[in-house]
């Protein structure tokens, strides 16, 4: 490879820095790649609901005559623009996490009242579909990382949880401390991801089988989200479910230990 090339005509210590600059160019295209499928995949997304209103709206003109098909579009419309504004709020989120310095300052956030706000976003939903979101393990625990982003990842996880569930079920959330890392999991008794879509389901976009559930009206970026935040952290986030009978993520992050080096996973006190 021509990159190798170079590299065996300069001094050690010269080929250590010319192979980090082919390594760097090599990132920098996989980024652009990865943007440039990025815009192409929001236009596709944003198209989705923006046409299905505008089909909406001539069907609301035409049917000026039947009070009764006008509410019907009308209520259409309105779940579709409420899908494109989740879309959009999501694409921002994303699009903000992927700017360079996410985790600027880092503080120590509390984790019970990270699941607290998480639990509250989507009382609404649960309360609807008459599911319990239970919370439990161990109290008081502190990750250290971005306040905002934290949230964001746990509501995402829940809400989806209420969302992937049937009607009078469980969600529970709970905590541990596991050497120098917070496990956060929400375990929800729902349908389940198949296992050869598993792999698939953190990817931006990604929706498993969006007509099983399209009165849920997901975007398929709420993980990706997650992801990210996972990553940005130095945490990871995992999955284990069986179809038909329930799905477990648990997110994990460095845990904030007053009176030590905060932010290294794997560093517990002694
Ligand atoms: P969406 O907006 O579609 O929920 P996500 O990125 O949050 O997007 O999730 C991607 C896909 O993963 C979902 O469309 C769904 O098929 C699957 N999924 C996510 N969470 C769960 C869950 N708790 N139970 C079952 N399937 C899930």
Redo the contacts with the bound molecule.
């Keep these: 490879a021509p990159a190798r090339h170079v590299t065996a005509r300069v001094a050690p210590l010269g080929s250590r820095l010319v192979l980090a600059l082919v390594e760097d160019r090599t990132r920098e295209r996989r980024v652009e790649a990865v943007r440039r499928d990025f815009v192409a995949n929001v236009s596709h997304e944003l198209k989705t609901p923006v046409g299905a209103i505008k089909l909406l709206a001539e069907a609301v003109a035409d049917a000026s005559d039947d009070p009764e098909a006008v509410k019907r579009f009308a209520g259409r419309m309105n779940l579709e623009s409420d899908r494109l504004t989740r879309l959009v709020q999501q694409i921002i989120e994303l699009s903000r996490l992927q700017a360079d310095d996410p985790l600027e300052t880092p503080t120590a956030v509390a984790i019970d009242d990270v699941i607290g706000v998480a639990v509250d976003t989507s009382a609404i939903d649960a309360d609807s579909k008459n599911i319990d979101i239970v919370t439990g393990g161990t109290p008081g625990l502190e990750v250290f990382g971005n306040d905002e982003q934290v949230t964001a990842a746990v509501a995402?996880l829940v809400a989806?949880?209420v969302?992937?569930s049937a009607c009078d079920s469980t969600v529970l959330v709970t905590t541990k401390a596991d050497d120098g890392a917070v496990e956060i999991s929400v375990v929800?008794q729902?349908?389940?991801?198949p296992p050869d879509e598993i792999d698939r389901?953190?990817e931006r976009f990604?929706?498993?089988?969006?007509a099983r559930?399209r009165s849920?009206g997901?975007?398929?970026?709420?993980?990706?989200i997650v992801k990210h935040v996972a990553a940005t952290h130095g945490g990871d986030v995992r999955v284990w479910?069986v179809e038909g009978q329930g799905?477990t993520?648990t997110l994990t992050l460095p845990q904030h230990l007053p009176h030590h080096a905060p932010g290294q996973l794997g560093s517990a006190p002694s």
Excluded: E, Q
């Excluded at 990604?206 to 969006?210: A, E, G, H, K, L």
């Design positions: 995402n989806n949880a969302s992937y929800d729902g349908i389940g991801i389901i953190f990604y929706r498993v089988d969006p559930h849920t997901g975007t398929g970026l709420g993980l990706s479910s799905s993520f």
